[in-house]
């Protein structure tokens, strides 16, 4: 079955540990991007990216680190940089930009 | 700067009555998309319809429409015959150039709750 995948779903790390999150679609698709989201709040972009080897900082990049080294995968490290790191990533993907974006089902990271 | 602006923080309809759900854009970009998603408790983002900038018909899906004003630069989303399922966030997104590539972005969501 086609889909993005994000894994772990809960995600528990130490302060000033860095951590990956993984993003993997077999879509087929150009465009994939990585979004924060808070409790209440709305989906806030972090990094994009619309080809293999080429990205953009989104709203919040600061503290945030990305590779796109194949079409499938799209993997987000958050530094000990990100000073407030705890909070729910969401990763999706897009044929074109007028397609719906397809959506895995979410980290929920918790930096104690 | 590209923004959604979605300014009902939460909202509250009868069952089986019909619901908006505003939504103003901002973009110079003379190509764009705009779509809308239902998040429920559970975390899952749900495509729920799109709407292209030079699309003359307003979209339809199933009990969802988008009422598109170009002019105004509003996108409502208009659920009839609400359901008790329909309680969730409701996300409004556009898809716009920002001068280099194409960029997603969300407003910050509109929270409906529907009541028996």
């Known amino acids: 079955d086609g889909g993005i995948t994000q894994s772990p779903k809960y995600l528990f790390r130490k302060e000033g540990q860095n951590v990956t999150l993984s993003c993997e679609q077999n879509?087929?698709?150009?465009?994939m991007y990585w979004y924060r989201q808070d409790p209440g709040q709305g989906l806030r972009l972090i990094y994009y990216?619309?080809?293999?080897?080429?990205?953009q900082k989104g709203d919040i990049a600061e503290g945030y680190s990305v590779s796109r080294e194949k079409k499938e995968s799209f993997p987000l490290t958050v530094t000990s940089a990100q000073k407030n790191p705890t909070a729910f990533y969401l990763c999706?993907?897009?044929?074109?930009?007028?397609?719906?974006?397809?959506f895995g089902q979410g980290t929920r990271l918790t930096v104690v | 700067a590209q923004k959604i602006t979605q300014t009902q923080p939460g909202m509250f309809v009868q069952e089986k009555e019909a619901v908006t759900l505003d939504c103003t854009y901002d973009?110079?970009?003379?190509?764009?998309?705009l779509f809308w998603y239902k998040q429920p408790s559970s975390g899952e983002m749900i495509f729920l319809i799109y709407?292209?900038?030079?699309?003359?018909q307003n979209a339809t899906e199933g009990r969802y429409s988008l009422n598109f004003q170009k002019a105004r630069k509003s996108a409502n989303l208009v659920i009839s015959a609400s359901q008790l399922g329909d309680s969730a966030m409701y996300f409004c997104?556009?898809?716009?150039?920002?001068?280099?590539?194409?960029?997603?972005?969300f407003g910050t969501g509109t929270l409906l709750a529907v009541q028996p």
């Open positions: 999706a993907s897009s044929l074109t930009e007028n397609t719906e974006a397809f």
């Open positions: 879509l087929n698709h150009d465009a």
């Open positions: 990216s619309q080809i293999v080897n080429d990205f």
């Open positions: 973009t110079s970009d003379q190509s764009y998309g």
């Open positions: 709407q292209g900038s030079y699309d003359e």
């Open positions: 997104a556009m898809s716009a150039w920002d001068g280099a590539t194409n960029k997603l972005i």
